[in-house]
């Protein structure tokens, strides 16, 4: 299956997507809500791709896990679970998610259970409301959201409308994500701020190799500070529209970045695609080789030659944020990528 897909890629995607729908099945994607325990699987032909999460203790809702075409769990499992040889730096990075540092002084993305209580004056907690729309079908699926942006006295900052839309077709699997914030105070200022926006914390192996010392855990949690990393498994690679590579894409613009490497011998790319509608595209990347991996449209002014936008909205005015991001088991090139880049800024 992976050799005749990443054959069609060359000749663009439009061919890959065709291809599967006159020769294969079209999976059936269902969600399923589970109020109890906080959270909306997706499910992929009866295999879980993610779940959309809202436990309180992480401060946001979250995609959390994401699982590859061929079963391999892509995002980091600290700090929702124990796995040896993870980094158990950031407490904050939780699978995929959406907010930022700085919205009328709170710093919504640092947030955590791990903030002592005599600092939580500081931070802000994007809270779950409610499910609002749930559609499951072939080839893809739809789930709406509402949440709210709270001060820690529990003011609503903002107004928090959220739609996935889920598709999946052969080895290849795409989240497009539109948020629409709405100010419920007089005026709602995104100062920019290094720390946004749309992100995901990705597993050890798609981290880069690195020497530097590092604090890592065991299968049993517990932590021990290592001075000489071991890189073995280690595979992660960026790439950008605009052809850096590596860990110099930090700092840097362009409306698409990829990340690829193996996991368990399976190859994988994870892209992250910006859109023109957006504040600030094409966005500034906040990709680190450790394995947090974002789009930063927001913080213009604090990334090299960037220029001061710091976004505002008034009561009742909104902003809408959209990004779409893409797991292929394989590997795409840069023309398929332009071209699934090219049909997302249509919508």
């Known amino acids: ?17 065709m291809s599967f729908r006159c020769n294969a099945k079209e999976p059936e994607i269902k969600l399923l809500v589970n109020n109890q325990e906080k959270k909306v699987d997706v499910l992929i032909d009866g295999k879980l791709f993610t779940s959309y999460i809202y436990p309180e203790t992480i401060k946001k809702p979250v995609l959390w ?18 796995k040896a040889g993870e980094r158990t730096d950031h407490p904050h990075h939780v699978g995929i998610w959406l907010n930022y540092g700085d919205v009328n002084g709170l710093d919504f993305w640092n ?30 699926a739809l789930l709406t959201t509402t949440s709210d942006w709270e001060s820690p006295s529990r003011e609503v900052l903002l107004k928090d409308q959220t739609t996935f839309n889920f598709s999946a077709t052969g080895n290849m699997r795409i989240i ?63 790439h950008s529209s605009e052809g850096v590579d590596g860990e110099k894409v930090w700092g840097t613009r362009g409306r698409w970045m990829k990340l690829s490497g193996t996991v368990n011998g399976e190859p994988v790319n994870l892209i992250i695609i910006d859109h023109p509608g957006n504040a600030g595209y094409p966005t500034y990347w906040h990709a680190r080789g450790y394995g947090l991996f974002a789009a930063n449209t927001l913080g213009q002014s604090i990334f090299p030659g960037g220029e001061a936008l710091n976004y505002q909205l008034l009561k009742g005015r909104t902003m809408t944020l959209k990004y779409r991001f893409v797991v292929v088991s394989g590997d795409l090139s840069d023309e398929a990528v ?4 090219d049909e997302y800024a249509k919508q």
């Open 176 to 238: 497009d994500r539109e948020t629409r914030l709405t100010a419920m105070v007089d005026t709602v200022l995104f100062r920019d701020n290094k720390e946004g926006v749309f992100a995901i914390r990705v597993a050890r192996e798609l981290e880069l190799p690195s020497n530097e010392p590092v604090t890592l855990t065991d299968a049993h949690g517990v932590a021990t500070t290592v001075q000489q990393m071991d890189n073995t498994g280690v595979t992660g690679n960026y």
């Open 338 to 341: 332009n071209r699934l880049a």
């Open 1 to 17: 299956m992976i050799n005749r897909y990443l054959s069609w890629t060359l000749g663009g995607v439009m061919l890959v997507l």
């Open 65 to 82: 896990p994401v699982i590859s075409p061929e079963g391999n769990r892509l995002t980091r499992t600290f700090p929702m679970g124990k």
């Open 111 to 140: 947030n955590s259970d791990a903030i002592p209580p005599d600092k939580r004056n500081g931070y802000g907690t994007i809270y779950h409301q409610s499910v609002d729309q749930v559609k499951s079908g072939k080839g893809k």
